[in-house]
């Protein structure tokens, strides 16, 4: 038996959109291309939108008489240039992919319909070794106007692949194939692993019939996307203060937020109304970011689709940390945003009002294993607006309206960022969380009963519990699946943090 392989088409698929119109940029910016052709923009809006056409396969095909008499080595400098463009467009997923196959063992290649010496740059941008693409013939170092190898699109990438597995001792049908595109049909059809990316129309039909994975490498996996465009685009719309009249914000600090590359929101855990809060400060500052919550959210009717639909990430009580882990790494080497609540479970009894923050160890790790930035976040009084004692909201109370205090933090500094110092790095981020809540939630207090009850499911006093114990929101310990010990930073000893 061969080994297996990775089959990834380019545009559309490891890329967001179309090459043409950066490769164009390349070859302009060199020197090599002074005018566009008729309707070339219109061409490949249409691509980028619905998937390959007719006329834009007709150009693809053309090029190679277009750079009759062009020196190769200017070629190749051109596909040096569209690397530096490229790569940026490369879907945000796609990296991750690639890496899961490289370490299961299953040889990468590239095939695509753009001419090998503009797209093999990319390529060993993004650590793909076998290219399979079309070859413009040349003689004495110039072009001569026609194609070595035939075209490679449709039937023509078909036979370009198993002459190349042929070569390689790979099983095709141990092998997964990749494209947007109803072109790429028989390429699909013959692997084990067929995956729609990004479909065009008449391919994504056929992969509900023929039940192929559809996927889209710019939002997490199982984020349905429609015309570029997720349920979080929408939810950017919609989130806003006047969503909540029965509730005040006052929210700063959100510049905090980096405004390019991952990033890990951590906050202190007092209310079901909690993620409304920080849904707020995420519609604030625009990015892309996906939250942790325990599995029994997205179990539930309509929320729990809703949730998966925004990118979210489930996490099961006693599960392993792995589970949880992975996914939300994936997320930030996406370079997007991650939100979670260390502390895992709202605070019941005594412990709710305890003014030492206590939280697992989750974010300390994924900061470690990416190298993203934690931005502590502090809320305050969101418990008045939905205090766990009750199933929903005081959503009448429009006229004196309880006003939810938000605080963004810079990023925590001085983390070891490593796994040995998980613990000690969890304590200085609940220790920058609580420098960011006002001076009261520093005091000691004596609850009275009423107050006690409230930090209760149904107002119903049970069982004392610890901070931090459930695993409800929070990543589980990776060492042993315990809770790290309580922090001993008492809150009086920290630098109040600003916004």
Partial sequence: ?????????????????????????????????????????????????????????ALARAAAFAVRGWPVDRLSAAGRA??????????????????????????????????????????????????????????????????????????????????????????????????????????????????????????????????????????????????????????????????????????????????????????????????????????????????????????????????RALGGIPVERGGAASDALVPAERVLRAGEGLALLPQGTIPRGKAFFDPVLRGKTGAARLAAATGAPVIPVGLWNTEAVWPRSSVLPKVTRLLGAPTVRVRVGRPVGGLGLGLNDAVADTELIMAAIAGLLPDEAGEATTPTEEELKATYPKGKVGEERAVGVSPSVALPSKASGSDPPPSKAKRPAVTKATG
């Fill in 82 to 307: 569209a690397a530096d463009l490229l790569i940026d467009s490369v879907a945000s997923y796609a990296p991750a992919l690639l890496e899961e196959h490289a370490r299961a063992g299953h040889l990468i290649v590239l095939a695509t319909t753009t001419p090998e010496d503009l797209v093999r740059p990319l390529a060993d941008r993004l650590g793909i070794k076998e290219v399979l693409a079309t070859r413009y013939a040349s003689s004495d170092g110039v072009y001569t106007g026609r194609l070595e190898g035939g075209f490679v699109w449709g039937v023509g990438k078909l036979r370009a692949v198993r002459r190349w597995a042929g070569r390689k001792d790979v099983d095709l049908d141990e092998s997964f194939a990749y494209s947007d595109s109803i072109n790429d049909l028989p390429l699909l059809s013959a692997v084990g692993q067929p995956r729609a990316v990004n479909p065009d129309v008449a391919l994504h039909v056929l992969a509900k019939l023929r039940r192929w994975p559809v996927m889209h490498l710019d939002v997490p996996p199982g984020v349905p996307t429609l015309v570029g465009f997720e349920l979080f685009d929408l939810g950017r719309l919609v989130v806003r203060p006047e969503l909540f009249p029965y509730a005040r914000f006052d929210i700063d600090g959100v510049d905090n937020i980096p405004d390019g590359g991952p990033f890990i929101l951590a906050s202190n855990h007092r209310s079901y109304f909690d993620v409304a809060a920080i849904a707020l400060v995420v519609q604030k500052k625009g990015r892309p970011t996906r939250f942790i919550g325990k599995k029994e959210i997205f179990e539930a009717p309509v929320v729990g689709q809703i949730a």
């Fill in 1 to 57: 038996m061969g080994r297996a392989a990775a089959i990834f088409d380019l545009d559309r698929t490891l890329l967001r959109g179309a090459s043409g119109p950066l490769v164009n940029q390349a070859l302009s910016e060199l020197g090599l291309r002074s005018t566009k052709l008729p309707g070339e923009v219109l061409v490949y809006r249409a691509y980028e939108l619905f998937g390959e056409n007719p006329l834009g396969m």
